[in-house]
């Protein structure tokens, strides 16, 4: 079954302690990418690549990395989470950057409290 | 600049229509998606619509797109209990070449039996 993973679901955790949300795709799709969404605001891209080893800022990268070894994974980093990063997360992956008449898959989302 | 509304709420009772309404600002996007969210899932696309079309339909669904207004639509037909979601609006902007959808805030479907 086509699907992205992210892991784990949900995940309280506390000011500064670094932490990392797995993302992971099996449809061999060029293009992956982190959105957070809070209430009122709809998703906002934090980061995305368009291929291996090819990672770019998104809309609201602040406090954010990411890496791109391989092709199916794209980790979210947060070095030193704050409050202001407590948001519900979802990776999504795409064929490539340009067809944008293809299907973009999400994950079923990873609720982050940051205390 | 890039944005999209969408109204926050509809109700609807079950076996009406729903009419769910989003505008843009980015009067080069190419494409104009529905992606639905049910509770504690992520988004599944519903449909898409290039810009140089007018409408789309797909079984209960159908999109009208307004380019001149830049107003989308979706309507679903005898809406069940079941299209009770979030529905988000979004679209992907000519002027960015980062690949990014723009969504919308999500509106909330609430179907009553």
């Known amino acids: 079954e086509a699907q992205v993973t992210q892991n784990p679901r949900y995940l309280i955790t506390v000011t500064g302690k670094k932490l990392t949300v797995t993302c992971s795709q099996n449809?061999?799709?060029?293009?992956m990418s982190w959105y957070r969404q809070d209430p009122g605001l709809g998703l906002r891209q934090i980061y995305y690549s368009m291929n291996v080893e090819v990672t770019d800022k998104g809309d609201v990268p602040e406090g954010y990395k990411v890496s791109r070894k391989e092709k199916r994974n794209f980790p979210l980093i947060l070095e030193s989470p704050s409050p202001n990063q407590t948001s519900l997360y979802f990776c999504?992956?795409?064929?490539?950057?340009?067809?944008?008449?293809?299907?973009?898959?999400f994950g079923q989302g990873t609720r982050l409290t940051v205390v | 600049g890039e944005d999209v509304e969408q109204s926050l709420f509809l109700s609807v009772r079950e076996g009406d229509s729903s009419v769910i309404n989003c505008t843009y600002t980015d009067s080069s996007s190419t494409y104009l998606y529905w992606y639905k969210q049910e509770p504690g899932a992520g988004l599944q696309l519903l449909t898409y619509i290039f810009s140089n079309m007018d409408m789309k339909q797909d079984q209960r669904l159908t999109v009208l797109l307004n380019k001149k207004d830049k107003h989308l639509s979706l309507r679903i037909a005898d809406t069940q209990t079941g299209d009770s979601a979030i529905y988000f609006c979004?679209?992907?902007?000519?002027?960015?070449?980062?690949?990014?959808?723009?969504f919308g805030q999500g509106t909330t479907l609430q179907v009553k039996p």
């Open positions: 449809m061999n799709h060029e293009y």
């Open positions: 979004a679209e992907s902007p000519g002027s960015s070449n980062t690949g990014k959808l723009i």
């Open positions: 999504a992956s795409r064929l490539d950057r340009a067809r944008m008449n293809t299907e973009a898959f």
